[in-house]
């Protein structure tokens, strides 16, 4: 069982910056690839932004440029930094974690973008 702790959600104007975090209580070494998915009302929920265990990194074309996931190893943590924030981005963002076929997923934390 892995327990993932996301931080970092909140409300921003249109146009900043949010700093999203993922701590795990295990190397993350251990897992194939840690991501983060967002869900916005009356959508289905898409992966964002994820990175393996050799360090590749994908994002969706909708944040392409603008938002970065990285890891500190020495911390067990994955972050998601997001930059020029649009409106469209509100969601509940989640923390994936993969071994193998096994994903655990936190309980998500809330990004509010106002006009």
């Known amino acids: 069982q892995v327990n993932l702790v996301e931080s970092g959600g909140g409300s921003v104007q249109s146009g900043g910056s949010l700093r999203l975090s993922c701590g795990v209580d295990?190397?993350?070494?251990?897992?194939?690839?840690m991501g983060w998915y967002r869900q916005a009302p009356g959508k289905q929920r898409e992966l964002v932004a994820s990175?393996?265990?050799?360090?590749?990194?994908d994002y969706a074309d909708s944040v392409q440029g603008r938002f970065s996931i990285s890891r500190d190893n020495a911390q067990n943590t994955v972050a998601l930094q997001m930059n020029t924030l649009k409106p469209e981005a509100t969601a509940i963002y989640y923390c994936?974690?993969?071994?193998?076929?096994?994903?655990?997923w936190g309980t998500g934390t809330q990004v509010t973008v106002t006009v």
């Open positions: 994936i974690t993969r071994i193998l076929r096994s994903d655990a």
């Open positions: 295990r190397n993350i070494f251990d897992f194939n690839a």
């Open positions: 990175i393996n265990v050799g360090g590749r990194t």
